[in-house]
């Protein structure tokens, strides 16, 4: 907006400012934290400004996690961690956007009963089925494993809602061009519907690898083996030590190590957005 | 290359609206046939039951010898050409083209060579490695018609594809289009509603009304000779003046109602009674001096074109619709309120019989 009032521009930057102070101003403090020796943090006087204990805190972090609540290395979370958030994100995506496609182009007895039935389950996310859900992955023998950490996670309404909606919007006659051009169902969808949704799919691979990344109570419930924990949870746990004052210092470098993933997909898929923005022209 | 057939061609769509009430006719082989119609009579529902797009509730449709009616679109060995031109957003313009011949398993160096090919007939070569964003509506135009050329098929399909581009760009391509469909002497069916379009482009017209093939035939045929009142009104620009009247007593005329004079052209012989609809083209009517005119008309307005003027008026004593338009040399300065003397030859009155509209002959 090309306004001239300085009074509001004023203000809606200090707005911003206030703003971004309060998102970056706990980040900044968990990062100093990261770099002192254990005892700063315990002085009862909370260090504004870095330490010297960086690379130390970090190397014991990752290598052998914190010791005193007997963790393993942050290494083996992480690794856990992104290899569920992986899962979710690829299953969610690539079972929704077929569901979607068989909403939106076939037609089969009882097509809108499926979708009815696919857009209820938005009424029960995992929380409200945990029980039953918890039930059956015991009885599948999915305990302590990344098939039990993610698939339950999968299935999604919304996902499907999202592609439904933008299938929705892609034109018909490209679909009947495709069929004239011999094109069967299987082609249409690989050669034109997948690259058409390919911003969708980024933008939504962004969304699910966070939302699979910051998951805690399933996670918690399903892994008893260390060799499976992810570092969501883990960091939760590193808190509980017996005997000992937590060490922060250890805690808040595992926090950054867990931040920095979700940062680093959206700063990379932000590029394939733009560059899908561009080329989308219609 | 092949013809065309239609035998007792039907169409209800499931909602249960009948959109076809029977089609029959037969396209020859390279015969460039338009069907024009107003909106919603059933056009592109013909088209697309031809393109195996939707399906025939009843009758058949063959292409050459062989009936269609449950062929799939890719194997009937058509090409269509869409109104908002269904280009893939994402794939270049070669790859446009060549998508249907590769799903095909045509040989690539037989792919590059047909699409070089129509690519230097419409003039797209420097923009093969673009894509359909990156081209104006005509150059989006002329790859849709790119695709349809590299197919080789039997016939092409178009439905309405002139009517996203502007005026000027409009009259240029439906010239190319003619000249491309006389060069490569493919069998084309083709939608519009515009009857300029329809006029020019056509070696024969159908002319549809509400799922019905109201005449066929060749553009001047049906100028000349429309078979129903709605022929009459829907080919021509300005629209037919209709004058309703009765029969004159001995038969050699018509008393129109609201003029003062009997028309002195004698209605066919099918219609010695009773009351009559009399069609006559504006650019018919002829100013003349008062003595030998056959009608009068009261100017109301008067839209000067530069070439000729468009003058609306009513008959000199008119009641409720009698309205008539003229068309006047551009020369001839005309001023409402005045009142305009005209003559008509008589091959050119048109007669229908009012009750059903048909054409008296
Ligand atoms: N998929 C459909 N289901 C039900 N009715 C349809 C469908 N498509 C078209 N119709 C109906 O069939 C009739 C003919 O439609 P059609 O699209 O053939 O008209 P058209 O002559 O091509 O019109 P336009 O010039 O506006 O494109 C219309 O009454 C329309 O409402
Ligand atoms: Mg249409």
């Known amino acids: 907006m090309v306004e001239n ?17 309060v998102t970056a101003l706990p980040i900044w403090i968990a990062f100093v934290a990261s770099t002192h020796p254990a005892d700063s943090m315990l002085s009862g006087r909370t260090p504004l400004l870095p330490g010297g204990n960086m690379l130390e805190n970090y190397a014991t972090v990752l290598g052998s996690g914190v010791k005193a609540a007997g963790s393993i290395p942050v290494g083996t979370m992480l690794w856990n961690s992104f290899v569920m958030a992986l899962m979710i994100a690829v299953g969610k995506i690539a079972i929704s956007i077929i569901a979607a496609y068989a909403i939106v182009y076939f037609r089969f007895p009882l097509r809108k009963t499926c979708f009815w039935v696919i857009f209820i389950t938005l009424m029960l996310p995992v929380e409200v089925r945990i029980l039953p859900t918890f039930g059956v992955v015991a009885s599948l023998d999915m305990l302590n494993s990344y098939w039990g ?16 909606q933008f299938f929705l919007t892609v034109p018909e006659e490209l679909a009947e061009a495709a069929r004239i051009d011999g094109a069967g169902p299987l082609k249409f969808f690989r050669d034109i519907l997948l690259p058409l949704s390919r911003t969708n799919i980024a933008a939504l691979f962004v969304i699910l690898f966070i939302f699979g990344w910051n998951q805690y109570l399933w996670p918690l419930l399903v892994t008893t083996d260390e060799g499976f924990y992810t570092i969501v949870m883990g960091i939760q746990r590193m808190l509980q030590a017996e005997d000992a004052e937590p060490a922060w210092h250890e805690i808040m470098a595992t926090s950054m190590l867990a931040m920095l993933p979700p940062v680093l997909v959206v700063v990379f898929m932000q590029r394939l957005f733009v560059k899908g923005l561009i080329e989308q022209e219609k | 290359m092949a013809g065309l057939e239609f035998v007792g061609v039907r169409k209800t769509y499931p909602n249960g609206v009948k959109a076809i009430h029977g089609i029959d006719m037969a396209v020859s082989d390279g015969e460039f046939v338009v069907i024009v119609g107003p909106s ?22 063959r292409i050459g010898e062989n009936r269609v009616n449950e062929l799939e679109p890719a194997d009937r060995n058509i090409a269509m050409v869409f109104q908002n031109y269904a280009l893939y957003p994402h794939m270049s313009v070669f790859d446009n083209m060549a998508y249907g011949l590769r799903n095909r398993r045509t040989p690539r160096d037989e792919i590059a060579r047909r699409v070089a090919e129509a690519a230097g007939t419409l003039q797209l070569e420097g923009l093969l490695d673009r894509r359909p964003g990156q081209l104006s509506g005509g150059q989006r135009q002329r790859v849709a018609m790119g695709r349809a050329i590299v197919r080789e098929p039997e016939a092409f399909l178009f439905d309405e594809p002139l009517s996203n581009l502007d005026a000027k760009l409009r009259v240029q391509m439906r010239l190319e289009i003619k000249r491309l469909q006389r060069a490569l002497g493919t069998t084309s069916l083709y939608v519009t509603h515009d009857q300029v379009e329809a006029m020019t482009l056509a070696d024969r017209l159908i002319v549809m009304n509400a799922g019905v093939a109201e005449q066929i035939g060749t553009p001047l045929e049906i100028y000349d000779a429309p078979a129903t009142l709605f022929v009459a009104g829907f080919i021509g620009s300005p629209a037919m003046n209709f004058l309703s009247g009765t029969v004159a007593d001995d038969g050699a005329g018509a008393n129109l109602d609201g003029a003062e004079r009997t028309l002195l052209v004698a209605p066919p012989a099918s219609a010695r009674r009773g009351r009559i609809t009399v069609g006559i083209r504006p650019e018919h009517l002829e100013p003349v001096s008062r003595e030998t005119a056959a009608l009068e008309v009261v100017v109301e ?5 530069g070439a000729d003027s468009l003058v609306h008026g009513q008959l000199a004593d008119g009641g409720e619709g009698a309205a008539v338009t003229v068309r006047v040399d551009g020369a001839r300065r005309v001023a409402a309120g005045e009142v305009l003397s005209l003559a008509v030859a008589p091959n050119h009155v048109h007669f229908f019989d009012p009750d059903d509209g048909k054409r008296l002959a």
């Open chain 1, 149 to 164: 950490l993610s698939v339950p996670l999968i299935a999604s309404a919304t996902a499907t809602f999202l592609f439904r």
């Open chain 2, 301 to 305: 307005l008067v839209e000067a074109l």
């Open chain 1, 5 to 21: 009032r300085p009074w509001l521009t004023v203000f809606s930057h200090v707005v911003l400012c206030l703003g971004v102070l």
């Open chain 2, 40 to 61: 919603g009579c059933g056009k592109s529902t013909l088209l697309r039951m031809v393109a195996g797009l939707e399906t025939v509730t009843e009758g058949e449709i």
